[in-house]
């Protein structure tokens, strides 16, 4: 699996945009790139995942240049709520069933 | 959406008992369900991959013995922290593949032992 590499923490105020930045310089062909969410004391939740170019839901967008070796989570316009540490992890994922290796991941904290 | 639930959502129990925690996926089957550990301010960490009618492969430093994992059928797994001690103090979750090449997770279970 792809070793990644993100910011330890970012700090961010309400209604500005955050850009997270994940790095995986050793991304084979078939992996794929997610983002998850997790709250204090809750489960991870899934936000976003793509393979290239950009991806966007109706919470975040994906930003994956050409070669792959990085990739930029964007959070619209943040709210307090926002605040939770977000996870990059790559792999090549089977339907979920391929085990999942979480790195130290982002700790964002949104101030008023 | 797919659901995984997970219980106790909390527990308390004295050094040397035993403590069974549930993962249930609410609206669909799953024959393979994960279980991670995670201790306050770090990341998660896969115990062992759980598989349904059969055995559970578990990471490596993971003790086999001491956490037992049995998924008897296609919407529970459980894993049972034997003869816990206080290390073993925790965060548990499990979590389940989902569409679309993803996993969803239960809330978590936190443990503490006495």
């Known amino acids: 699996l792809a070793k990644t590499t993100q910011p330890i923490s970012m700090d961010s105020y309400e209604g500005q945009e955050v850009n997270i930045t994940c790095s995986h310089n050793n991304i084979a062909t078939n992996d794929y790139i997610t983002w998850y969410q997790q709250f204090p004391s809750q489960g991870p939740r899934f936000i976003i995942q793509g393979y290239k170019t950009k991806v966007t839901n109706e919470v975040a967008s994906l930003f994956i240049p050409a070669d792959r070796k990085s990739s930029t989570l964007s959070l619209p316009r943040v709210s307090l709520s926002d605040t939770a540490v977000y996870y990059c992890?790559?792999?090549?994922?089977?339907?979920?069933?391929?085990?999942?290796?979480f790195g130290a991941g982002t700790r964002l904290a949104v101030h008023p | 959406g797919a659901v995984v639930s997970q219980h106790p959502s909390r527990v308390i129990c004295k050094s040397g008992t035993s403590v069974k925690i549930e993962c249930r996926s609410l609206?669909?089957?799953?024959?393979?369900m994960f279980w991670y550990r995670q201790f306050p301010k770090q990341s998660l960490m896969l115990m062992a991959t759980s598989n349904e009618g059969s055995k559970a492969t578990y990471e490596q430093g993971v003790e086999k013995d001491k956490f037992l994992i049995n998924h008897a059928s296609l919407t529970l797994s459980t894993l049972t922290v034997t003869s816990a001690h206080p290390e073993d103090s925790s965060f548990y979750i499990c979590s389940a593949p989902g569409r679309k090449e993803t996993q969803y997770f239960g809330p978590g279970t936190r443990l503490l032992v006495l």
């Open positions: 609206d669909f089957q799953a024959t393979t």
């Open positions: 992890l790559v792999g090549p994922f089977s339907g979920g069933y391929n085990k999942l290796i």
